[in-house]
């Protein structure tokens, strides 16, 4: 499909989904001028929506609903953050849409603004429906770092006296419904040794090494879950891991270094809790490593942080809410996922079915040159024009 190809509903889709490219909300910028952008589209609808600041003012989520406010209804929800770029290879401004051989290039194209452009471009169609069932909009901040932002619209959601009855998130899926991910937990480890000159290094602790020992523990544990499992043969990677990927300490090799710093994620199974792996490193380090630490400073040791985490999601694949969704799609497949989203938090604070469906294909996110494919976008808009439809009848 080319550009020339696409019908006036996904022109419009195109059209929005290049004003919010244009937008850069890699997570460590704000996102208000592109939710901002959000609001006053709705507005001109004459669909208000309610914003929800984090602590700084500078990030915000948003929420609408369209049609009744006395029944449940589905919800959209899609992040608004984006990856960073630095240190990626791009052929064109990653910020400004461009298209070529049938694929629309920029960053979040994919990942997720193609879904968020889809459903903005539906807000006439939403409006003018004689909706039975609402549509709720939540579009979130800050989920690339580790799903923050939603947990602060999820505040308010869970107080609400009428809760959506289901959610789809919008993430890439090539528009096939996805079922479950796994849960993350992200922690931070920081290392306290004792400095010395390091010709009398046996009189100091090197936060260095007591650091590396840790690591390797952590990747024994690693081993023993690929081993052992317990397995879902569901995913590519059938088995809970675990995994280092951020390590800094030290100042000059002359010098027996005082401190260290190291980051580790655990990807688990829905059906397990990744307490039971935390407390056994924990207990490593204090019974097998903080012991001999405490033998040269008292004051040496490990302290840990949670810097994320995030539930997995599991939802039975033969309730009537799945069925639904399969059959606006007319395909009966589903899957699960090596990628997290949002969906697992949305499932366990509300409570309500949860599943994955959205325009493009994770193997083009995250990456330089992300792009969207017209017939992906094709595919979703047709959905929810049925989504619409049904919610009509």
């Not at 539906?122 to 580790?146: C, N, T, W």
């Not at 190291?262 to 990807?267: A, K, L, Q, Y």
């Not at 083009?364 to 094709?378: D, G, S, T, V």
Request: hydrophobic residues 35%; negative net charge; glycine residues 8%.
């Amino acid at each position: 499909m080319l550009l020339t190809e696409v019908d006036k509903h996904n022109s419009k889709a195109i059209e929005l989904l290049k004003a919010l490219v244009g937008f850069d909300t890699t997570s460590y910028n704000s996102n208000l001028n592109l939710i901002d952008f959000i609001q006053s589209y709705l507005l001109s609808y004459g669909v208000e929506s309610t914003l929800i600041h984090d602590e700084s003012g500078k990030k915000a989520n948003l929420y609408a609903t369209i049609g009744r406010t006395d029944v449940g209804g589905v919800m959209l929800s899609g992040h608004t953050d984006v990856v960073p770029v630095e240190g990626q290879e791009w052929n064109s401004d990653p910020f400004s849409l461009k298209e070529f051989d049938g694929n629309l290039y920029g960053r979040g194209s994919a990942d997720m603004k193609g879904f968020i452009a889809l459903v903005l471009s539906r807000i006439p169609e939403m409006v003018s429906s004689e909706l039975k069932q609402p549509i709720h909009l939540a579009f979130s901040y800050d989920e690339e770092i580790g799903c923050v932002g939603v947990q602060r619209m999820l505040d308010l959601l869970e107080h609400q006296p009428i809760k959506p009855s289901c959610c789809i998130i919008g993430e890439p899926t090539s528009m096939e419904v996805v079922i479950g991910h796994k849960g993350k937990h992200a922690s931070r480890v920081k290392v306290k040794g004792h400095a010395c000159h390091s010709g009398q290094s046996p009189f100091g602790v090197n936060a260095v090494d007591f650091a590396a020992e840790l690591i390797v523990y952590i990747r024994k544990l690693a081993r023993e879950k690929a081993e052992n499992g317990p397995f879902d043969m569901d995913y590519d990677v059938p088995y809970s891991t675990l995994h280092t990927g951020v390590i800094k300490g030290g100042t000059a090799l002359n010098i027996v270094p005082n401190f260290c710093q190291f980051d580790f994620e655990i990807r688990h199974l829905y059906e397990e809790n990744p307490k039971h792996l935390l407390d056994k490193i924990e207990t490593y380090s204090k019974e097998n490593l903080e012991t001999e630490m405490h033998l040269i400073d008292p004051e040496a040791g490990f302290s840990f942080e949670t810097l994320a985490a995030y539930p997995g999601l599991l939802t039975d694949p033969g309730i009537e809410f799945v069925a639904y969704v399969k059959k606006l799609l007319d395909n009966d497949a589903h899957s699960k996922v090596i990628f997290g989203t949002e969906g697992g938090l949305f499932q366990k604070r509300l409570g309500i079915p949860t599943l994955v469906c959205g325009p493009g294909n994770i193997n083009q996110a995250h990456k330089a040159n992300e792009f969207i494919n017209l017939n992906q976008l094709q595919k979703g808009g047709n959905f929810l024009d049925r989504l619409i439809m049904s919610l009509s009848a």
